[in-house]
């Protein structure tokens, strides 16, 4: 089953946006439903629901918010995933140094489409803000979608 787990910061925002962006994009392929995607955060407010902002985007793009809770990352969870794509170019070199077992499957989201920059955190910001965040997270999604795909198992 391929598997990919989008990190940030508390797992309120970015991340689980990411990661229903990116099941969003799986419904095309025929095998989707195999398919593993969740989210997490280096420094998770642990049982969080995802931010209401995020939720009113998601729905303006037709996505329905899936139930959430906030986690924080830990060796076990990190270690079931093929890819692990953090939003922050910190989060990423964290991962790495914390858990070197899986620092080769730790990538910064913005790698998927050949470049490397920060995804901003637009928490505490207007709703513009998420629908920004939204719109690079969907871009990245389009573009890098072939690379995700090779990245993990679904690419082997």
């Known amino acids: ?8 910061s508390a797992n309120i925002c970015r991340s689980p946006m990411a990661a229903a962006l990116f099941r969003k994009k799986l419904e095309h392929l025929p095998k989707s439903k195999k398919w593993r995607v969740e989210s997490a955060g280096t420094w998770g407010l642990d049982g969080s ?6 939720k009113t985007v998601l729905e303006e793009m037709g996505i329905t918010a899936e139930e959430h ?6 060796p ?24 070197p077992k899986i620092s080769g499957r730790v990538y910064l989201l913005s790698e998927m489409i050949g470049e490397r920059f920060d995804i901003q955190d637009p928490i505490g910001e ?4 998420f629908r920004k965040t939204a719109k690079v997270l969907s871009l990245i999604m389009d573009q890098g979608f072939d690379k995700i795909l090779q990245l993990t ?4």
């Open 69 to 74: 809770s906030a986690r924080t990352v830990d």
């Open 126 to 129: 207007p709703l513009e803000e």
């Open 153 to 156: 198992r679904a690419g082997k």
């Open 1 to 8: 089953m391929p598997s990919i787990l989008f990190v940030c």
């Open 76 to 99: 076990a969870l990190l270690d079931s995933f093929d890819l692990i794509v953090a939003m922050e170019k910190d989060q990423v070199e964290a991962l790495r140094i914390e858990f």
């Open 49 to 54: 629901d995802m931010a209401d902002s995020v």
